[in-house]
């Protein structure tokens, strides 16, 4: 996001497939960057419902979706002009 937007350098997006899984993603990424990098999040949001989280640590904004929330938003599509990298693809459905 470097470059495009002056609030934040990277926008993190990832799915979970569902509520529950959605909040143990935000809740194990926030822990690890607390535990190795010492960075507490400015904010979270979407927590309690597990849809979508937002996970604010001014550098880096977590965005983690449950299938539904990720498709009715696209941000991939939204930011789409933004260099990214994917780290890790989804497992093919059976």
């Not at 977590?62 to 990720?70: G, I, S, T, Y």
């Not at 991939?76 to 693809?89: C, T």
Request: glycine share 6%; aromatic share 10%.
């Amino acid at each position: 996001m470097r470059g495009v937007v002056d609030y934040t350098d990277w926008f993190v997006v990832m799915s979970g497939s569902n509520s529950r899984q959605v909040q143990a993603i935000a809740e194990e990424v926030s822990f690890k960057l607390k535990k190795e990098h010492r960075l507490l999040p400015l904010r979270t949001e979407g927590m309690k419902e597990g849809q979508w989280v937002l996970v604010d640590f001014i550098d880096i904004v977590l965005h983690v979706f449950d299938p539904e929330a990720r498709e009715l938003y696209r941000l991939d599509e939204l930011w789409g002009q933004v260099p990214h990298r994917d780290v890790a693809e989804a497992p093919a459905e059976a």
